[in-house]
Nanobody, 115 residues
């Protein structure tokens, strides 16, 4: 089993910044991909960014140039630095771990961007 705990969400004005963290614990394999996904009210969950253990990254077009994903393998922690936030970035942000076996999700952290 793997446990994922997100933190760092909150309320911010448009143009502001937030930094999300995801701490993983449990049976974490040496090869894995971690990622951030978000879900806005009334919409489907969507990919924000992913990062492999050797730091290959992938971003949704909507966040390229504004968000930066990173990870600390020694601490099994992943981060999402979000700059130039806009109201359309509002939603619940979820952490995901992919490895051999089932995928794991965190409980989510709310990000609200006011205009």
């Amino acid at each position: 089993q793997v446990q994922l705990r997100e933190s760092g969400g909150g309320l911010v004005q448009a143009g502001g910044s937030l930094r999300l963290s995801c701490a993983a614990s449990g049976s974490i394999r040496s090869i894995n991909t971690m990622g951030w996904y978000r879900q806005a009210p009334g919409k489907q969950r969507e990919l924000v960014a992913t990062i492999t253990r050797n730091n290959w990254t992938n971003y949704a077009d909507s966040v390229k140039g504004r968000f930066t994903i990173s990870r600390d393998n020694a601490k099994n922690t992943m981060f999402l630095q979000m700059n130039s936030l806009a109201p359309e970035d509002t939603g619940v942000y979820y952490c995901k771990l992919q490895q051999v076996g089932p995928d794991y999700w965190g409980q989510g952290t709310q990000v609200t961007v006011s205009s």
